[in-house]
């Protein structure tokens, strides 16, 4: 299929217009025009890069791209070198941000709770990117944090008593823990994020709500793979996901 029709659609159907990012989202460097094979990943680090051009693909779709705000905007360096592959192998890069987390169907969010079980209740914050809901049935902190390992194969970091009972939960994909204090007001026993920093530890315990970090990468897998494979149903296209290392 054309690049600009693709464009055009995962613009539309991601509804990028209606988000303020901190990134440009949608087509972020140009290649050749027609796209055949799609591989996806989380982030457009220069191993992806690798990668996708060896397994022969026309576009490269992620969640982490390029020109970020307060970044530096020439192209030198790292920048130079990964936007310099793509160029000279005429690869397409895609890049959603937080259309990608919002998604109803696509999104992060949404499949990160399907994924972990949760009954979704509602929406909150900026933009209304988090989520809060349910479990299917009370549990502890401590079966909580192993479900989250087996899932996400990764264990994650957590802060609270571990024998305190779950019930209500939020969560939000990424590096979203300077979201807390939003959280705070939910009446949620746990909140599931990417990261977490020192001031979080000490909301955690004076709160009483149970602080996870199941990883950065590993809360963000799942959205891009779920719109690769849409599209490549849809229009007929090859796609492979790519999961690049990352502890994070």
Request: aromatic share 8%; proline share 3%.
């Amino acid at each position: 299929m054309h690049r600009d029709v693709l464009e055009k659609y995962l613009n539309e159907l991601l509804d990028i217009h209606r988000f303020q990012d901190y990134c440009p989202n949608g087509l972020q460097v140009e290649g050749r025009h027609q796209i055949e094979k799609i591989v996806s990943g989380v982030t457009a680090s220069l191993d992806l890069l690798q990668a996708a051009i060896a397994a022969k693909a026309d576009a490269i779709l992620v969640h982490h791209g390029y020109f970020w705000r307060n970044e530096d905007s020439r192209i030198v360096g790292i920048k130079s070198r990964r936007i310099g592959l793509l160029m000279a192998n005429q690869v397409n890069l895609f890049a959603y941000h937080l259309p990608l987390d919002s998604h109803p169907q696509f999104g992060n969010n949404t499949l990160l709770g399907k994924k972990l079980g949760f009954i979704e209740t509602g929406r909150f914050g900026g933009q209304d990117i988090m989520m809060h809901g349910e479990l299917p049935k009370k549990t502890t902190l401590k079966e909580l944090e192993e479900r989250i390992s087996r899932t996400l194969l990764r264990k994650p970091q957590v802060i609270g008593d571990e024998n305190k009972i779950i019930h209500r939960i939020a969560w939000c994909t990424g590096g979203a823990q300077n979201y807390f204090d939003a959280v705070i007001p939910q009446n949620v026993d746990a909140y599931i994020t990417g990261e977490i920093s020192e001031h979080n530890v000490h909301l955690a315990r004076e709160t009483g709500i149970a602080f996870i970090s199941a990883g950065h990468h590993a809360t963000e897998r799942y959205g891009v793979q779920a719109l690769g494979d849409h599209i490549a149903q849809k229009f007929s296209l090859q796609h492979q996901f790519i999961d690049m290392d990352n502890p994070v």
